[in-house]
């Protein structure tokens, strides 16, 4: 059983940078889709970033390309999210989320959810 377990939130500034980090356990990460999901209050979960199992595709909605990096060391068995220029709108739970064999670029594909880490951003 694939455990995902998440750190590195916590309170910044506006434009202030965050690494959130998301440790594997249970399996390598190598063969896993990996992403980054978060949720607002009164707000439905909504896709960050995602990488494939092979590290050579990257998704990104609208919101976060320019600011946010997904990134995996499989060595580590680690993925990892930098977020820079924080904006209040950030704020959320982040959830680390893995799938079996492709990128979970929606809440659909995927197969193993984080418990997450709350980032907040004051204005």
């Known amino acids: 059983q694939v455990q995902l377990a998440e750190s590195g939130g916590g309170l910044v500034q506006s434009g202030a940078s965050l690494r959130l980090s998301c440790t594997v356990s249970g399996r390598t990460s190598r063969r896993l889709g990996m992403g980054w999901f978060r949720q607002a209050p009164g707000r439905e979960r909504e896709s960050v970033a995602a990488?494939?199992?092979?590290?050579?595709?990257?998704f990104y909605p609208r919101f976060a390309k320019g600011r946010f990096t997904i990134s995996r060391d499989d060595v580590e068995n680690t993925l990892y999210l930098q977020m820079n220029y924080l904006e209040p709108e950030d704020t959320a739970m982040y959830y680390c989320a893995a799938a079996r064999q492709r990128a979970p670029i929606s809440e659909s594909r995927v197969d193993y959810w984080g418990h997450g880490t709350q980032v907040t951003v004051s204005s």
């Open positions: 990488i494939n199992p092979a590290g050579d595709s990257l």
